[in-house]
T-cell receptor
């Protein structure tokens, strides 16, 4: 079963705008990761944030983590058409070894 | 980085038959996983493929339906047995190389299975 929920389920924006996706989870985690999936293909790892971190940046990506609220957000700045994809958060649960538990995903569409 | 290939990339199968999906990695990795992604859904972990021993299955998945082999550190197969239309999904393998952070996985391109 999914560890968490993501919202929105779908997001449509114009190129150049920022996109924000949110992820909530249920149990204590070791880390939280974000993945991108293009058109039902394999997933690409984007960024990882540890449970003792609050914010992390990678290029146009900014991830925040609030363990007290059991939530995370992914911000993509200055979006491009090539960012169109599904985005999933995934957690490594404390005591869960290396297994990933995925959220429900957000479908992002960036229009020209 | 680890490069992962899967065969076949897609297939259309008749109900009642079985399909074996192969996953090949370009380097030795300790941990390999198999996931299922049903249409429009997120990924669900089927099992952890253990080299030299039986796979570890998640709740709701059983060996008779999804037998897994892991003969060495670079290769694994997943068989979907006695298929029904409900098995129509994308099946993905992933690996966790030793040099990656805990849980941070590389994914194969997936096998899109349609059962008619």
């Amino acid at each position: 079963s999914q560890q968490g929920e993501e919202d929105p389920q779908a997001l449509s924006i114009q190129e150049g705008e920022n996109a924000t996706m949110n992820c909530s989870y249920k149990t204590s985690i070791n880390n939280l990761q974000w993945y991108r999936q293009n058109s039902g293909r394999g997933l690409v790892h984007l960024i990882l944030i540890r449970s003792n971190e609050r914010e992390k940046h990678s290029g146009r990506l900014r991830v925040t983590l609030d363990t007290s609220k059991k939530s995370s957000s992914l911000l993509i700045t200055a979006s491009r058409a090539a960012d169109t994809a599904s985005y999933f958060c995934a957690t490594v649960i404390t005591g869960g070894g290396n297994k990933l538990t995925f959220g429900t995903g957000t479908q992002l569409k960036v229009e020209l | 980085s680890a490069v992962i290939s899967q065969k076949p990339s897609r297939d259309i199968c008749q109900r009642g038959t079985s399909l074996t999906i192969q996953c090949q990695v370009d380097s030795q990795v300790t941990m390999m996983f198999w996931y299922r992604q049903q249409p429009g859904q997120s990924l669900t972990l089927i099992a952890t493929a253990n080299q030299g021993s039986e796979a570890t299955y998640e709740s709701g998945f059983v060996i008779d339906k999804f037998p897994i082999s892991r003969p060495n550190l670079t290769f694994s197969t997943l068989t979907v047995s006695n298929m029904s239309p409900e098995d129509s999904s994308i099946y993905l393998c992933s690996v966790l190389p030793a040099w990656r952070e805990r849980g941070e996985q590389y994914f194969g391109p997936g096998t899109r299975l349609t059962v008619t």
